[in-house]
């Protein structure tokens, strides 16, 4: 459109533009929509800023999700087949950038009596240093050598198809010239003024097709407002405008909260309802955020994925797409003492673990004080790109999903499922079998395996039916130090075509024992219902004590084993083929439970009930289904009808 060059062209340095609305001033007289999209800039004078501020930040006992009430759904998709988050899914490995004032120690803190006390991230607590010696820090703070091309280069380069860098870390230091505070690293360091570290990543993160996410605490050691339970709800305010210029000045694809558990030194107040109302409030301000659990209490109802950290599960996560976050060495932040670090061995036999089970691998980097990403992760990711880009070996990770519903997860590596015709068998160096031995690949269902072949060599691989699976037998040794892939093409199980279905009939009561006539009877697509603590089925039932039971048809598209899946709170029951096989009638919080139902055929319908419960608080209920062919998703509406 002709006016979004002539708008642009209104900018000054200071503007960012966003998929969402040109962030200029509101007199730009290029842009048609100004009266309703534009949102302001730091450009703009400080009294406009404040005056803003009072009209769009909610206050603590008035936030946006108050006014939504009974009837409402918070539930916006189904983040394992959403295009929302697509990119996330497929994205499969970031990089995660822990920078700020606490750079500054690079690690150690020398007391006042001599002594050295050393961390990272944390050291400001942990070390005990007293506010006043930190800012002092703080002052001169000056990351003069953070360049953002170079750090983009480095993680493209790496094959990382996404950034996380802090943008306020625990010690409630902005990374951002917020008009909220002079905690920042435009007003309280020796940086330079005139430069924005976030703005020029996003610019560099843009150019090379590399997507930008922040990371903020909510646990603040710095504001005054934040321990006191009188005035939390100034510091929850000044929490909300920094979200809003975070989205509206940077355009982030991802947000990553931290900070969100119950702790003291100083007190954290943050309340499951805090997280339920912040996150509404943000899908308000970009409804095509992707937002981790930490928004809330870290648990499978709060944002789009869980966070494992340091850890690899050790299957795909129910309920929640996934991500492990990790370090290089043994600290978040810089530290220079700190010099345990992981091989590039280590990291790639992370990444196809984690992808092989349906997650993301985000691992860290933690520049200097300067700005410098420090030589050994560099040397590290490099070796990591490497491998990605050889051969085709980054098949086995981009967009993949979890083959472990095919074939069990080997010990001898890991496997993934990429389209309907692959399956790519990473096999880690120190298992690659001897001359003559072979693989041992256990099938769940049947499949032809129709050829097989290794990444980056001309060997071939026998493969034989064998047991449970098949065994993979190749010609020659292995072609990396770091793993190996065989690439298996195949012949799956076939799934009949989509069904026609319009969802399932929903009674909902407003009681607990689906007593009398239902206050509301609709057609639900799917069951995938997020109430929180305000929302209820229909605007005549209350937000506490109600009741929905649907009824109607499933329809496989499998003949195999079929595993329903249920998210739940307060009670839930489910009956397939007029079998009950959950039952969890004990009012809990949100919590998963599975069932497996053999013997259903694919294209064939059967009677199916969900009936759920309310009673106090927050309320959810979701139903998944899947099988070894098929990921885990909510049951989509055309496999389920009414009738």
């Not at 100004?34 to 206050?59: E, H, I, N, W, Y």
């Not at 918070?74 to 700020?100: L, N």
């Not at 091309?149 to 902005?174: E, L, M, P, R």
């Not at 009950?580 to 009012?587: A, F, Q, R, S």
Request: with cysteine; hydrophobic share 35%; aromatic share 10%.
């Amino acid at each position: 459109m002709r006016w979004v060059d002539a708008c642009r062209a209104q900018l000054s340095p200071h503007h960012h533009w966003s998929r969402h609305a040109c962030h200029a001033c509101p007199a730009c007289p290029a842009c048609p929509a100004r009266t309703r999209s534009l949102r302001p800039v730091r450009s703009l004078s400080l009294l406009l800023g404040a005056v803003l501020l009072a009209v769009t930040a909610p206050a603590v006992t008035a936030g946006p999700a108050s006014a939504a009430g009974p009837g409402t759904n918070h539930a916006t998709d189904d983040p394992f087949t959403s295009s929302r988050t697509a990119w996330f899914r497929d994205a499969k490995f970031g990089m995660f950038i822990h920078f700020g004032a606490y750079s500054q120690y690079e690690g150690e803190y020398t007391r006042p009596d001599g002594t050295v006390c050393r961390n990272a991230e944390w050291i400001k607590r942990s070390c005990a240093i007293p506010t006043a010696a930190y800012e002092t820090a703080a002052r001169q703070f000056n990351p003069s050598a953070f360049d953002a091309q170079a750090i983009v280069s480095a993680a493209k380069n790496a094959g990382q198809k996404y950034i996380v860098i802090t943008s306020k870390h625990h010690d409630g230091y902005a990374m951002w010239p917020t008009k909220q505070n002079t905690w920042n690293l435009r007003d309280h360091s020796s940086f330079s003024p005139d430069r924005d570290i976030l703005a020029e990543l996003k610019t560099a993160a843009d150019a090379q097709g590399i997507k930008l996410g922040f990371y903020y605490s909510i646990w603040d050691w710095h504001d005054p407002d934040f321990p006191n339970a009188d005035t939390f709800p100034k510091y929850r305010t000044r929490m909300y405008a920094q979200l809003k210029e975070l989205i509206d000045n940077y355009d982030p694809a991802l947000l990553w909260f931290d900070g969100e558990w119950d702790t003291d030194n100083p007190v954290n107040r943050w309340s499951r309802q805090d997280g339920a109302e912040l996150e509404t409030y943000l899908r308000g301000l970009d409804p095509g955020l992707v937002i981790n659990n930490r928004v809330g209490k870290r648990r499978v109802v709060d944002g789009d994925y869980g966070t494992p950290e340091q850890t690899i599960p050790g299957a795909p996560v129910d309920g929640q797409l996934w991500e492990s976050c990790m370090t290089l060495n043994n600290s978040w932040g810089y530290a220079k003492h700190d010099t345990d670090w992981k091989t590039a061995t280590t990291v790639v036999q992370n990444l196809l673990d984690i992808s092989g089970r349906s997650g993301n691998y985000l691992l860290n980097v933690g520049p200097d004080k300067l700005g410098r990403v420090p030589a050994a992760s560099l040397d590290r990711l490099d070796d990591v790109g490497r491998w990605l880009s050889t051969a085709g070996q980054g098949s086995a990770v981009y967009g993949t999903g979890g083959a472990t519903g095919l074939v069990a997860d080997p010990a001898w590596g890991a496997v993934a499922r990429k389209g309907h015709a692959k399956l790519y068998a990473s096999v880690f160096t120190p298992s690659w079998p001897a001359a003559g031995q072979a693989l041992h690949l256990t099938a769940k269902v049947p499949f032809t395996v129709n050829s097989a072949r290794v990444l980056n060599s001309s060997g071939t691989v026998t493969v034989t039916k064998a047991g449970d699976g098949f065994d993979l037998k190749p010609s020659g040794g292995p072609v990396d130090g770091a793993a190996s892939v065989i690439e298996l093409s195949i012949t799956p199980p076939s799934p009949t075509a989509p069904g026609s279905g319009t969802g399932l009939k929903a009674e909902s009561f407003a009681n607990t024992s689906f007593s009398g006539t239902p206050a509301a009877t609709t057609t639900d697509p799917t069951v995938n219902k997020a109430y929180r603590f305000d929302g209820s089925p229909a605007a005549g039932i209350p937000a506490d004590n109600f009741a929905t039971r649907w009824t109607g048809f499933v329809q496989p598209r499998y003949s195999e084993p079929l595993t329903f899946t249920t998210l739940s709170d307060d009670t839930v029951r489910l009956w397939v083929d007029g079998q009950l096989v959950i039952d969890n009638t004990t009012p809990h919080v949100p919590q998963v439970n599975k069932a497996t139902v053999t013997g259903l055929q694919a294209g064939q319908k059967y009677a199916i009930r969900v009936e759920h419960t309310e009673q106090t608080g927050e309320a959810h209920m979701k139903l998944f289904w899947s099988s070894p062919s098929m990921e885990q998703v909510i049951v989509p509406r055309t496999q389920l009808s009414p009738s």
